[in-house]
């Protein structure tokens, strides 16, 4: 493997002018500006706007980088222009072998060419000659499957075959850097799994560099080890993909559940009865034992921090947490009668009581918390909180294997494996 990158980005910057540009006026439109505004000499007022703001990066040959990010945060532009689609207004770039881009849909077909033209078409942009086209047009066909629809315009293809198509011809046309943008949302989710494990063997395999862009978080660390996050068009962080996802969900704090992204303050929560105590003060989620959050990876370990106060006058007291959901109130239950609390020697006022669940095993969606403190003796109801937490859960490639769990896989992710021996035949 060459020790040259394949993608080198030097301060690289785009400005777009926000304003009147590429619009024209008439003549009585200009001059009555100018009648209105003599001093600016009638030009219109334009602000730019910088979509990408001094980033530098390398990519090595046979390396799969992500890039991720909020709308709007330049990763369509910079894929653009990599691939030479629009020119940089400060620094350069320089790539190490012919590009294979995947943008939008069907970027570079001709509507009025057929789908097979369109094939001998990129594969002569991308260089290749008409021998090595028709050496790989089988492979290209069988993945697409759209061999029906070979010799229809693609202007009639819905965007579903369109996406099918390019991705098949820039996929096996072998270049030898491959840029992708979030197009591969368009297909079913079957063709999603296939492209993403055609780009792992492109990679693995074949040794070719890979540039994904998607808002996907699951297909990003199915398929690249590291990742760029970019925030207002300026690299934040590069590095392991998992490290990235956390700062970009960082990003995304909810509003209106207490000081902090994940901190709940109970003090002032409703109570259902009159006569209860108020021992629960504060609850903080903490996903992996991090930062605050309430956004929670399906897998990942969450600790739940419980702030009570006067506890230490109820020693035997059970303590209950409750997670429920919007169709279901108990999903399940722990509580301190199912184990007992490891307590400290010394008991005082304030205390915090923390919950460790080793694997989120919750399924992507949103669920709740609710708090419960009894006697001992299970007759009397010493405080109660409903909904004192709320928090997502989002999905995750806990498989490593591309699969994304949703809502029609159930509510929980069980544990399990596969095997197959050899039947026990009788006699």
């Known amino acids: 493997m060459s020790s040259e990158p394949a993608i080198s980005v030097h301060n690289l910057s785009k400005v777009f002018k926000l304003g009147l540009s590429g619009r024209r006026e008439s003549l009585v439109r200009i001059l009555e500006r100018r009648l209105r505004h003599p001093i600016r000499g009638g030009a219109e007022q334009r602000v730019e706007?910088?979509?990408?703001?001094?980033?530098?990066?390398?990519?090595?040959?046979?390396?799969?980088?992500?890039?991720?990010?909020?709308?709007?945060?330049?990763?369509?532009?910079?894929?653009?222009?990599?691939?030479?689609?629009?020119?940089?207004?400060a620094g350069y770039v320089e790539m190490a072998g012919h590009v294979g881009s995947l943008l939008e849909?069907?970027?570079?077909?001709?509507?009025?060419?057929t789908g097979i033209e369109n094939v001998y078409l990129n594969g002569t942009i991308l260089g290749m000659s008409k021998q090595a086209i028709?050496?790989?047009?089988?492979?290209?066909?069988?993945?697409?499957?759209?061999?029906?629809?070979?010799?229809?315009?693609?202007?009639?293809?819905?965007?579903?075959?369109?996406?099918?198509?390019?991705?098949?011809?820039?996929?096996?046309?072998?270049?030898?850097?491959?840029?992708?943008?979030?197009?591969?949302?368009?297909?079913?989710?079957?063709?999603?799994?296939?492209?993403?494990?055609?780009?792992?063997?492109?990679?693995s395999e074949d040794g070719r560099t890979v540039l994904y862009v998607s808002h996907n978080l699951v297909s990003v660390e199915y398929l690249c080890p590291r990742s760029?996050?970019?925030?207002?068009?300026?690299?934040?962080?590069?590095?392991?993909?998992?490290e990235t996802v956390v700062r970009h969900l960082a990003t995304f704090p909810q509003a209106g559940r207490g000081s902090a992204n994940g901190v709940f303050d109970l003090s002032v929560a409703e109570r259902s009865g009159t006569s209860l105590d108020t021992v629960f003060q504060r609850l903080e989620l903490k996903p992996s034992a991090?930062?605050?959050?309430?956004?929670?990876?399906?897998?990942?370990?969450?600790?739940?921090?419980?702030?009570?106060?006067?506890?230490?006058?109820?020693?035997?007291?059970?303590?209950?947490?409750?997670?429920?959901?919007?169709?279901?109130?108990?999903?399940?239950?722990?509580?301190t009668h199912m184990k007992r609390l490891a307590s400290a020697q010394d008991r005082c006022s304030r205390e915090t009581i923390l919950l460790t669940l080793p694997s989120m095993p919750l399924t992507p969606g949103e669920y709740?918390?609710?708090?419960?403190?009894?006697d001992s003796d299970q007759r009397g109801m010493i405080d109660l909180v409903h909904h004192a937490a709320e928090f997502q859960v989002i999905p995750v490639d806990v498989l490593r294997t591309g699969f994304v769990y949703s809502a029609h896989d159930g509510q929980f992710m069980v544990p399990f494996d596969w095997e197959i021996r050899p039947a026990q035949t009788a006699g």
């Not at 849909?105 to 060419?113: C, I, K, R, W």
């Not at 709740?368 to 009894?374: A, G, R």
């Open 290 to 335: 991090g930062a605050t959050s309430e956004t929670v990876r399906i897998g990942e370990p969450l600790q739940i921090g419980i702030e009570v106060d006067g506890l230490d006058q109820s020693p035997g007291a059970v303590v209950e947490v409750t997670f429920g959901s919007a169709t279901s109130q108990c999903l399940f239950r722990v509580s």
């Open 134 to 203: 028709n050496s790989r047009l089988d492979e290209i066909i069988a993945f697409a499957e759209v061999d029906k629809f070979l010799e229809t315009p693609v202007k009639r293809y819905s965007s579903g075959m369109r996406v099918r198509l390019a991705f098949a011809v820039a996929a096996h046309l072998e270049p030898e850097i491959l840029i992708i943008d979030e197009v591969l949302s368009v297909g079913d989710a079957g063709f999603q799994s296939k492209c993403l494990d055609k780009m792992q063997s492109v990679a």
């Open 49 to 89: 706007f910088r979509a990408l703001d001094d980033i530098s990066f390398d990519v090595a040959p046979g390396e799969v980088v992500g890039v991720i990010g909020k709308n709007g945060a330049g990763k369509s532009t910079l894929l653009k222009i990599l691939s030479r689609i629009t020119p940089p207004s």
């Open 105 to 113: 849909v069907g970027t570079g077909f001709h509507p009025e060419l």
């Open 368 to 374: 709740h918390i609710d708090l419960m403190i009894k």
């Open 228 to 242: 760029m996050l970019l925030i207002d068009g300026r690299v934040d962080f590069d590095g392991p993909t998992a």
